[in-house]
């Protein structure tokens, strides 16, 4: 099978891309090989292509100049190419999300690689808790009494910049009476989903359910926490028991046919010591 040329901005992750960039070239060039590509890297062995294709090292500064060169990248290319591996190798969500703006600013990057409304969507809390005031909350163009039900109440530009997205994404369709309603009683997670966006989902949730220890008298809320001592296999059966109630959760909401208020449940396991 002829292999075509590949297009950098085809991709968000570096490594994938290399490894399909070795493999057209070596198409071209029979000769063309991870020993070829360690001579001219100056890399210390014939394995070390592999490795960072596999994840098992890092690409730095001075090998990605020599590969960006290699492999024959523009200015523009090679900027892109920085900024993917910085995305790969960021340390911490804050700068994945920077590296992720800095992704989206290409105007040449294939806009079903980063879709920006998804990214949007994931990295706020009101985004989610308007789709699902839409089960129970009449709405058609009331933006400001729209904004005015969540808790706590956002702008009227954020509750419409909310609604177009979710209209662009395909979560909310107006029914036979002109009211904006989600499509699907349930939203299930892409496979194929960015674990960036998820992160920032979970983020913003958990500092709304911070503040909610002061927003809401006890009554209204239910926060608790148990500190346990697991062995692995403990912990994976902890994980299964948390899955099965999210489901039960989804179930409950489907099937409550008074519902009329929107609540946010964030179930977390995570460990405290150094894990062996």
């Known amino acids: 099978m002829t292999l075509n040329k590949p297009n950098i901005f085809n991709y968000a992750d570096y490594r994938v891309f290399l490894n ?7 198409q071209q060039d029979n000769k063309f090989s991870h020993r070829l590509i360690a001579y001219k890297t100056g890399s210390s062995s014939a394995g070390w292509f592999s490795d960072v294709v596999g994840g098992r090292i890092n690409l730095t500064g001075t090998y990605l100049l020599k590969l960006s060169r290699l492999f024959k990248l523009t200015a523009r290319e090679k900027s892109y190419f920085e900024v993917l591996v910085g995305y790969d190798q960021a340390g911490s969500l804050d700068e994945k999300n920077a590296f992720m703006e800095k992704m989206m600013s290409f105007k040449e990057l294939n806009a079903s690689i980063v879709n920006k409304d998804q990214f949007a969507f994931y990295s706020t809390w009101y985004i989610p808790a308007i789709r699902e005031l839409l089960f129970c909350h009449d709405f058609k163009d009331d933006y400001k009494a729209l904004a005015k039900e969540l808790s706590p109440p956002i702008s009227p530009h954020r509750a419409k910049k909310a609604i177009e997205i979710l209209k662009s994404l395909g979560f909310v369709k107006a029914d036979r009476s002109g009211h904006l309603k989600p ?19 979970m983020r913003a949730n958990m500092e709304l359910g911070i503040e909610a220890l002061d927003r809401f008298k006890k009554e209204n809320r239910d926060i ?3 500190t346990v001592c697991l062995s692995e ?28 208020n929107v609540f946010q449940c964030n179930i977390q396991l995570f460990p405290l010591t150094d894990l062996d």
Do not use: M, T
Not at 183 to 199: E, G, M, Q, T, V
Not at 234 to 253: D, M, P, T
């Open 20 to 26: 399909d960039n070795y493999h057209f070239l070596k």
């Open 183 to 201: 499509c699907d009683p349930i939203i299930k997670k892409d496979p194929h989903f960015k674990s960036l966006h998820w992160a920032n989902f």
């Open 224 to 226: 608790s926490a148990v």
């Open 233 to 260: 296999e403990g912990k994976n059966r902890a994980s299964e028991e948390i899955a099965e109630l999210r489901k039960k959760l989804l179930a409950i909401s489907e099937q409550d046919q008074k519902r009329n």
